[in-house]
């Protein structure tokens, strides 16, 4: 079975920098693709960043040059270092990954449980 288990949210002020890490129960070579997700309460859940097996990353367009997206595949691992945090960052972080490349408007096949990102002004 399948496990992805985020970790890392928290309280940060604006303008402040914090990485998310998910770590798969299996290995990497599992998933063409893994990626994070994101929602507010009340909207649907939005692609944030992503990256394939062979470590090419894709961003949503709000956090472009502010987001990194990288995967360790010895600790089978993704992380997402975020920088200059604005209060519009404030959501649930998920981790997700499928046997396809996952982008805006793709349907994972796993996903985490989900870590609380909250961004004050």
């Known amino acids: 079975q399948v496990r992805l288990v985020e970790s890392g949210g928290g309280l940060v002020q604006a303008g402040e920098s914090l990485t998310l890490s998910c770590t798969a129960s299996?290995?990497?070579?599992?998933?063409?693709?893994m990626a994070w997700y994101r929602q507010d309460p009340g909207k649907q859940r939005g692609f944030v960043a992503g990256?394939?097996?062979?470590?090419?990353?894709t961003y949503g367009d709000s956090v472009k040059g502010r987001f990194t997206v990288s995967r360790d595949y010895a600790k089978k691992t993704m992380y997402l270092q975020m920088k200059s945090l604005k209060p519009e960052d404030t959501a649930v972080y998920y981790c997700?990954?499928?046997?396809?490349?996952?982008?805006?408007?793709?349907?994972?096949?796993?996903w985490g449980q989900g870590t609380q990102v909250t961004v004050s002004s």
């Open positions: 997700a990954a499928d046997l396809n490349v996952l982008g805006v408007g793709s349907r994972p096949a796993y």
């Open positions: 299996l290995s990497h070579f599992s998933f063409n693709s």
């Open positions: 990256i394939t097996m062979g470590g090419i990353p």
